[in-house]
């Protein structure tokens, strides 16, 4: 589960006259990660592809051309079939030009389309002035100008012109148009006058009639067109559905032909033999020579050369194997099925190298531990587990991880909500515990406030476990470089943070520390005995730190010791945020209800009203009526804002709550010993979907 799967390097060896055979047989088997040929090796090139991969590549390129055109996807796909030779030749050819002939027309039709718009666009400064097309243009002797700009600079200019003999100018808002007789000789007196003015000129369409009746004809050309595209849309539909089924069939088809016939370019080949070299799962290691040996008998050798440890290459630069390499090997994440969701959000940061702990599984054990905590509701967590099983069970990759760890952290929220008593802000404790109240409170109300200090008291711990699980981690990889080095960069930080943490959590200097260190666990709210650690552990606890400080100072150097040393305090207290969510969405939670239903108090604890009028409570006072019991107005805005306070307080689980959690995991538990950079295991080989060869 820590591990990725044991990987082994292997190699096959042969005469060529069998390498198609043994590409057919590998490829078939789906397991070796094949590693490309670097062309190290005296005598030996890379290989060529076989004869007919160009051809099947462009069929390739077309296949997934029509495909994007026709926006094919895999729920179209159908029944799997038998694409054969003749179809790709055939069938191919016809639907291609169909498509083609279809996706040009459409082109055609939407720059048509695009084009009417830009001119009805243009005509509204015209159809603000309300003056005929035709009187705009044709003049033999006036100038005629229509455009933007300030109508009253416009007309100074134009009376200041001794070009100009005689203008007449109309304005709406910002549209101008001139008209000038220019003075004899003056053949250009409009422009001219208009120098140095703020004007955009607009050019005139060449139509007849009024703006508006043109704009009509335009509306009707647009409509027309629209039709006429409409028609093409629901032709390259019918196509679609006629051809989706056989276009990801063929598609699947010719990417295998293409990885069979390209795969010579990976293998070291001479005139007569070839060898090809990768990485396969080691405990599949005897299917692969069963498979070769099926397919060619004795006339290819399978050989494991070497069987990877788990050794940092990083020490002597190659990966520490039974016989040593420099390739590093691909990654296959070897984690429980229940905890493969959580894949997705170590890949998230980077897929860990072969040689790194998978932190998967601390994931798993964690953060649906942190976030079920922080909502502990069973309202809310019922919603989240309702939509993991939506994500889950209806979509695949990324979504389907998603939904896993949505139903994981849902399924331990109902537990914290059912500990805690509460349902949508709502406590139920007297109907699981009787007059005792839960187990546990979240420390909202004044009566109940040593609870928050005890989940603040509890968060601190929480988060030294959690931050020496990571060190711990970092303490074994670094083993690999010697026991000194992983005393001093791994080491050091432990010592330096237990050792402080051991002295805060001490009597020592008892009365600069916050009480609820010593109180929290001693009678009240859990009566477990514990007042603080000795004063002796407590200076114990500060000489194990200045142990750690000085080895932390050999490895970092002083100042860089000095600066980092302040994260064995930093990152701990970060954990408060657990305790600080569960405050802030049970105030929000409790803050909707109140307003809703109203609540009354009795001095030693809260009630809404949620079965009683604020006049029938006997007993204590009310805090607010609530809208509720505030006429139909009240309990229409009641409804609203209970539907909309409960969705801000889900939202901020996933958004709040939920970012908090994965920051703990990225930024304070990765921080100590994941790098991550493995090369992700691409076996060669396909996993039909939509093609059977039966």
Request: hydrophobic content about 45%; aromatic content about 10%.
């Amino acid at each position: 589960m820590l591990r990725p799967e044991r990987m082994s390097k292997v190699s096959v060896a042969g005469s060529r006259m069998v390498m198609p055979d043994v590409i057919e047989a590998i490829h078939e088997l789906n397991l070796v990660h094949l590693s490309d040929y670097d062309g190290s090796w005296e005598g030996f090139d890379p290989g060529n592809p076989v004869t007919g991969a160009d051809e099947a590549s462009d069929k390739l390129v077309t296949v997934r051309s029509i495909e994007s055109i026709l926006e094919v996807s895999g729920e179209d796909a159908g029944p799997q079939r038998i694409v054969t030779g003749e179809a790709l030749e055939e069938e191919l050819e016809e639907i291609r030009a169909q498509v083609n002939r279809l996706d040009a027309r459409r082109n055609e039709l939407e720059a048509e389309l695009q084009s009417v718009e830009e001119r009805i666009d243009a005509m509204k400064p015209f159809a603000n002035l309300g003056i005929d097309l035709d009187l705009l243009s044709g003049y033999d002797h006036l100038q005629v100008a229509v455009g933007e700009g300030d109508a009253n600079e416009i007309e100074r200019a134009l009376t200041e012109s001794s070009d100009v003999q005689e203008y007449e100018l109309f304005s709406e808002e910002r549209t101008v148009a001139v008209f000038v007789y220019p003075e004899d000789g003056a053949e250009d007196a409009l422009g001219e006058a208009l120098v140095g003015i703020e004007f955009t000129s607009y050019d005139v369409p060449e139509a007849s009639g009024s703006p508006e009746e043109y704009v009509a004809e335009l509306k009707h050309d647009y409509q027309k067109d629209e039709s006429k595209l409409n028609g093409v849309e629901s032709e390259l539909n019918d196509v679609k559905l006629d051809a989706a089924g056989f276009l990801l069939a063929a598609e699947e088809k010719l990417a295998i032909e293409v990885q069979k016939e390209e795969a010579p370019l990976q293998f070291a080949t001479t005139e007569n033999a070839f060898i090809a070299e990768g990485w396969i799962p080691s405990d599949r290691y005897d299917d692969l020579v069963t498979a070769i040996r099926s397919a060619v008998g004795d006339r290819a050798d399978v050989d494991e050369l070497e069987r990877a440890s788990y050794h940092n290459p990083d020490i002597d630069h190659h990966v520490a194997m039974d016989g040593g390499t420099e390739e590093n090997p691909p990654v296959v994440q070897d984690n429980p099925d229940p905890t493969r969701p959580f894949e997705l959000l170590v890949e998230t940061i980077n897929r860990p190298r072969y040689f790194e702990f998978d932190p998967t599984i601390v994931l798993f054990l964690t953060l649906p531990i942190f976030f079920g905590f922080m909502i502990g509701d069973v309202g809310y967590g019922l919603v989240y587990l309702v939509a993991g099983w939506y994500l889950f069970t209806r979509f695949d990759g990324g979504f389907k991880s998603l939904g896993g760890i949505a139903l994981w952290s849902g399924a331990v929220t109902v537990v914290f909500g059912f500990i805690f008593a509460e349902f949508f802000g709502f406590h139920f404790a007297h109907m699981l515990y009787g007059p005792g109240g839960p187990p546990l409170e979240k420390g909202l109300t004044p009566e109940t406030v040593e609870w928050a200090l005890l989940w603040l008291f509890m968060s601190v711990i929480v988060g030294l476990i959690h931050l020496n699980v990571g060190f711990i981690f970092d303490f074994r990889e670094k083993m690999d470089f010697g026991m000194k080095h992983a005393l001093l960069e791994a080491g050091s930080w432990i010592l330096l943070m237990n050792g402080v943490w051991l002295w805060i959590l001490s009597r020592s200097y008892k009365s600069s520390k916050p009480d609820f260190i010593y109180t929290s666990f001693d009678a009240h709210p859990i009566p477990l005995g514990f007042t603080g650690f000795s004063p002796e552990a407590g200076m114990a606890g500060l000489a194990v730190a200045v142990v750690g400080m000085l080895a932390l100072v050999v490895a970092e150097g002083p100042v860089v010791a000095l600066i980092e040393s302040l994260n064995v305090l930093t990152h701990v207290l970060s954990y408060a945020r657990l305790a600080a969510e569960v405050i802030a969405e049970a105030g929000i939670a409790l803050v909707v209800n109140l307003l809703v239903f109203g609540a009354s108090t009795d001095g030693e604890a809260y009630h809404f009203l949620v079965d009683k009028a604020p006049s029938a409570v006997s007993h204590g006072e009310v805090v607010f009526g609530g809208l509720f019991h505030m006429g139909i107005i009240g309990v229409l805005f009641g409804i609203v804002l209970l539907i909309l306070g409960h969705l801000v307080v889900l939202a901020l689980g996933i958004v709040s709550a939920g970012l908090q959690a994965l920051r703990l995991e990225y930024v304070e538990f990765f921080g100590k010993f994941y790098e991550g950079g493995g090369e992700k295991f691409q076996p060669f080989g396909y996993d039909r979907s939509y093609t059977t060869e039966d």
